[in-house]
Structure formats: C-alpha cells, structure tokens
C-alpha cells in the first residue's frame, strides 16, 4: 500500500511539473508576441527608392526622397499629406538647414540648397560633378551641422566613393576613401562617437569623433551583419545610442547594440528592402520607415504590393533630435574641394 501511496505521489510530482512547463512555455510565447513590433502603413505611395528618412522636429514634419524618381517629399502625418519637388537628378538624401526655407540635398552631380517654398535650388559644391561614373548617396549631419554624405558607383561595381564633409559655405573635404555604396551614418547622444555603413560590406564602423575640429579617427568594426538578415542600409540611433538598421532584402528594421554587436531585435515590415528609418511624432517613439519597390522578382512584388510606401512602428523607446546643416552661405565663386592629407 506505501509503495503504491509513494508512486502515486510520484506520478501527481511528474503531472504538476509539466503542467508547470507547459504554463511556463504559453505564457512565454504569449509574452514574445505581445513584445514582438511590427510596421504598419502610414502613407501609401510607390516610390522606386524611397530614401534619406529624416525628422524636422521643428517643423514635426517626415522629408525623405525617391532616388529614381528625383523627388524630394515632405509628409505632413497630421495631415496625411504629402508634397512633393522634383529635381534635376537623382537625390541621394535630404536634411533641413537652420535657414528656416532652406533644405540641402545631395543631387548626382554635387550637394545643393533648395528652397521649399519657391523650389529655387542653388549650388553649395560641385565636387565629384566630373565623376559621371558616381552619385550620391545617403547623409546626414555632424552635432556642428556639417553634412557628410557620400558618393557610390552607380553600377556598384567598383569602391570609387569617397565619404564628404561640407560646411556652411560649401567648403568640402573627403574623410574616408574606396566606398561601394555608401549609406547609414549617425552620432552618439554625446557625439563623441561616429557609427558608418558601407552596405557591400555587410558591417557597421565606429569612429572616434572629435566635436572641436569634426574630424574622426580609431576606425574599428562594431556589428557584423549576418547575411540572412540582409544587407544594412539606412541608419538611425536611440536615446540609449542603439542602432536601428533598414535591412535591403531583409523585410525589416534591425536593432543591433554597438558596444556588444549583438542583434537585439527586429521590426518586421511589409516590404523587401527596407531602406531608412528615423524616429519621429512629438514624443520622438515613433519610428518612420522608407522603403523600395524595386530589384525584386515577380514573386517578391506579390507578397508585398505596398513596397515603396512609408510605413511607421512604435518600438519602445524614443529617438534623439538629428541635427540641422547650418545656415548655408551661398557663393557664386568656384567652390574648392580640399584634397585628402
């Protein structure tokens, strides 16, 4: 009768504990999908390259640009209206000037002032305007409102891009030589740190930034993109200076922290190549995404019909304020490109 008694009280053990584990694996898989984030539509449109994500917190307006379609777009999310200026090339990104009408862009040819009120557009530097094998690309501005954006092959075939930095009167310098395609670049909360992607090579560098002369240095290696994840693209930082990655061919935004180059978390969205971000909404938790409709096959193009749009996610924690290109100092004289030292 023990005997029997003690397996029974055994066997009552055994239940309890998988019933346990059981409960434990649900209310797990309940939890990861409540925490689980993805995008949803916010403005549908088909842009072929949707780019160069940014927030004028000024303003709370999202601009960001159609490569191909050489437009400069400018949504108004209370509204849900978006407006848009063509331009004479293609446009590789976009940022607001502290001049109030005033916005500078990076065209095929060099990087120009444009207004947005009269769309009047002026040149601020001609340089790489005899590189026809180049364009532009993706850029954003230093915590001393200089913009450094950088040129790409446009056949991508070959590292003839080099990194910029522009100032207020068009002065530029080269800083970082044999780039592919050159494209996310952000700063620390602090701005001492500088965090670059060049997209071939599936890795994100850091850079020591120095706030009295803008200059970097200690170029190392922080993230090393896993190849199925896809390909990192455009690039945005939190308040805790984590990075937020638009994966091309990886149907989503990626969070990777720098100081470990771990993969933290990913932002599912509904499109293939997922190509910028930027935090945006009056509290600064609302991630803005761009996206691309084009280099996918027939089958990609059915799975996802809203490719192109601007899709928005609130993945639970804020942005930081970008920064502004300062007041530009437009010259009719010949603007001179300084040389690499």
């Not at 444009?114 to 009047?120: A, D, F, K, L, S």
């Not at 932002?267 to 971000?277: E, F, G, R, Y």
Request: charged share 25%.
């Amino acid at each position: 009768m023990l005997l029997n008694k003690l397996k029974k009280n055994r066997i009552k053990v055994y239940v309890n504990m998988l019933l346990l584990m059981v409960v434990i694996m649900v209310f797990g898989a309940c939890k990861a999908k409540k925490n689980a984030v993805e995008a949803v539509l916010e403005y549908k449109i088909s842009a072929k390259l949707g780019e160069g994500a940014f927030w004028d917190y000024k303003k709370k307006q999202f601009i960001w640009v159609d490569i191909e379609k050489k437009r400069l777009h400018i949504y108004n999310p209370l509204k849900k209206e978006n407006r848009i200026i063509n331009v004479p090339s293609k446009i590789g990104t976009i940022v607001p000037s502290e001049e109030e009408s005033k916005v500078v862009v990076a065209l095929e040819d060099g990087i120009y002032v444009v207004n947005i009120e009269t769309e009047e557009i002026n040149l601020l530097s001609d340089v790489e305007a005899l590189v026809t094998e180049n364009r532009f690309n993706d850029g954003k501005c230093d915590p001393n409102g200089n913009l450094w954006v950088g040129s790409m092959h446009l056949k991508q075939t070959k590292p003839n891009g080099k990194l910029y930095k522009i100032d207020d009167h068009g002065k530029t310098t080269p800083m970082l030589e044999n780039v592919t395609i050159s494209n996310g670049i952000v700063w620390t909360k602090k701005g001492d740190v500088m965090y670059y992607i060049d997209t071939p090579t599936g890795n994100i560098r850091a850079f020591d930034f120095n706030l009295k002369t803008s200059t970097i240095s200690n170029e190392r290696i922080v993230v090393k993109v896993n190849e199925k994840d896809g390909f990192p693209d455009g690039m945005t930082i939190d308040e805790n200076d984590m990075l937020w990655v638009g994966m091309w061919n990886g149907n989503a935004v990626a969070q990777y922290n720098p100081k470990t180059g771990k993969l933290i978390s990913k932002i599912k969205v509904p499109a293939h190549n997922v190509t910028s971000c930027a935090f945006g909404g009056d509290n600064l938790d609302t991630l803005y995404i761009t996206t691309a409709s084009v280099d996918m096959t027939k089958e990609e193009r059915a799975k996802y019909p809203l490719a192109g749009s601007v899709f928005i996610a609130i993945p639970g924690v804020k942005g930081v304020k970008s920064s502004y290109f300062k007041k530009p100092v437009l010259s009719k004289e010949k603007l001179i490109v300084e040389q690499v030292k």
